[in-house]
């Protein structure tokens, strides 16, 4: 059986094995759209919101989604959040990874969406990032020049924009896997259960007793990126942690994210959200069943 | 245009389509399975949910030359082969987790997929499943039950020894 489909005007797509094949296809077409889960691409593309005369998959490229165990982590940009979150030994050492992949979408989405979609859409909302950020993971850049490493911190230029040159990918991030007095956590408030965030903060606390020696804190859909919240984190860092502290960390989160307002919420309450929910994060992190 | 070979409801079916067509398309019209349905085309709804490689995706956002290799199961792939309902069809329909249908065939192989890795699930197990799935019929009240009844005839089935 041989039958014909019609569709509109559909670019070229192609679907190469390894990242050889993909860099040849991208510099042979400099404006071809890297896809991988197409959870984003695609319903970009059906919004017209841009046309490239070619799609250079990534789903095939093998090399992409492996995940690796090790003192620092190695997990592909191919890597699926459904396969991110079935992984019980990641899962038990980033467990924040998966409290974040669980809020990413739905069941669907999460089936073909991936880490490195979510990072290089550079939305200022993807679910991934604040935990990632806590982590300090860093990003790692191949082209067919050879290969670079940064923060992830300093891959996020704005909305939509990141450190990837011409003729780079994201092939992986590396993670080290967090110390032993080490905890974190991501809270996501959204309109109704599955909707992108309105505002999300990722807590990551270590503790020496009752006392706080290091805080890290990442905020989403509170700045034009995702970003780290350094007066926050400045606030928390060497106190017990008792109320005036954290009466202090709200007022910072309130005065250091950058909201905007949209059709999702005003930026006066993403403001207070910011907030609360970092206010809710520590007092998760130091519940006596936390620890 | 490109050939593909897919691998849908265990049958292998030649086509030739555009690119970048999506599974959706390739399914309701060469393929000829318009149990799928297409509702926002945005992978909101997951009216158009099929399972691939056992994992359920929206078909709007999967390009067809995505699945080759791969297997896909769409709602029709769920009848057995004297077209018996399998019972996750079966406890909608006793369920009273249909009203208008359109969304059923999403939900079904959302519910399907669930109960294929977790064969007994919590009502918020079912409603974490389902989060993909839009019904703007119902209170969704029905749509949980008739995915627990659904469980439940599954673990009798397997206990019965015959398969559900
Ligand atoms: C219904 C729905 C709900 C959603 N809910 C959420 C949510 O709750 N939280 C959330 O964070 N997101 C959400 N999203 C957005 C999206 O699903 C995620 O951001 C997802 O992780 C994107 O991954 P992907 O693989 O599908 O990306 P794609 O669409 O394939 O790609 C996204 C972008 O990244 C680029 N890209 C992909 N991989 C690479 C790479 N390795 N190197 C360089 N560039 C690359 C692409 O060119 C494109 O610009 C939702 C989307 C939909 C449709």
Redesign the pocket.
């Known amino acids: 059986m041989s039958e014909e489909v019609r569709m509109p005007a559909s670019p070229e797509y192609h679907r190469p094995r390894s990242l050889e094949e993909a860099w040849r296809l991208l510099e042979a077409q400099p404006d071809a ?11 970009r593309l059906r919004e017209g919101r841009y046309h490239p005369p070619a799609l250079v998959s ?1 789903r095939r490229v093998e090399s ?1 989604r492996r995940i690796e165990p090790g003192r620092a982590w190695t997990i592909g ?2 890597v ?2 459904a396969e991110l979150l079935e992984h019980r030994e990641l899962a038990a050492v980033f467990p924040v990874l998966v409290e974040a992949g669980r ?4 069941a669907q ?1 999460r089936s ?7 990072l ?2 550079a ?1 200022p ?4 990032a604040p935990p990632l950020l806590v982590l300090e993971a860093r990003a790692l850049i191949a082209s067919a020049a050879g290969e670079r490493e940064v923060p992830l911190s300093e891959f996020f230029l704005g909305p939509r924009r990141t450190a ?1 040159g011409p003729g ?4 992986a991030l590396r993670v080290e896997a967090p110390p032993a007095g080490a905890r974190a956590t991501f809270l996501k408030q ?1 309109r109704v259960r ?4 309105l505002a999300s903060v990722a807590v990551r606390l270590e503790l020496e007793g009752a006392r706080c020696v290091e805080a890290r804190v990442a905020a989403g859909s509170l700045a034009p990126t995702p970003t780290r919240l350094g007066e926050v984190e400045a606030s928390l860092a060497g106190t017990e942690l008792d109320e005036a502290t954290l009466a202090r960390a709200r007022a910072a989160a309130e005065r250091e994210v950058r909201p905007i307002t949209d059709v999702r919420a005003s930026a006066d309450y993403r403001r207070h959200l910011a907030g609360a929910l970092v206010v809710r994060a520590v007092r998760a992190l130091t519940r006596p069943e936390a620890r | 245009m490109i050939d593909l070979e897919l691998t849908v409801n265990g049958e292998l079916a030649r086509v030739r389509v555009e690119p970048g067509a999506r599974l959706l398309d390739v399914l309701r019209g060469p393929l000829g399975l318009p149990g799928t349905k297409e509702g926002c085309g ?3 709804c997951g009216a158009c949910t099929v399972l691939v490689a056992g994992r359920p995706v929206c078909a709007c ?1 999967t390009p067809a030359a995505e699945v080759e290799g791969l297997e896909v199961l769409t709602v029709e792939g769920l009848v057995g082969p004297g077209g018996d309902l399998s019972a996750v069809q079966r406890a909608f329909v006793e369920g009273g987790g249909v009203q208008c249908g359109f969304c059923t065939p999403g939900m079904v192989m959302s519910v399907h997929a669930l109960l294929e890795r977790n064969p007994d699930p919590t009502p918020e197990d079912v409603r974490e499943a389902l989060t ?1 799935n839009l019904c703007r019929c119902t209170g969704y009240a029905q749509i949980v039950e008739s995915a627990l009844l659904a469980a439940r005839k599954r673990r009798e089935a397997r206990e019965g020894g015959d398969r559900a």
């Open positions: 759209r890297l896809v991988a889960g197409g959870t984003d691409v695609l319903v990534l992409l940009a191919g699926s959040v809020r990413l979408g739905s989405i073909a969406a991936t880490v490195g979609g979510n290089c859409n939305s909302c993807a679910d991934l990837l780079e990918l994201l092939s959204g599955m909707d992108i965030a | 945005n992978g909101e956002l993909g």
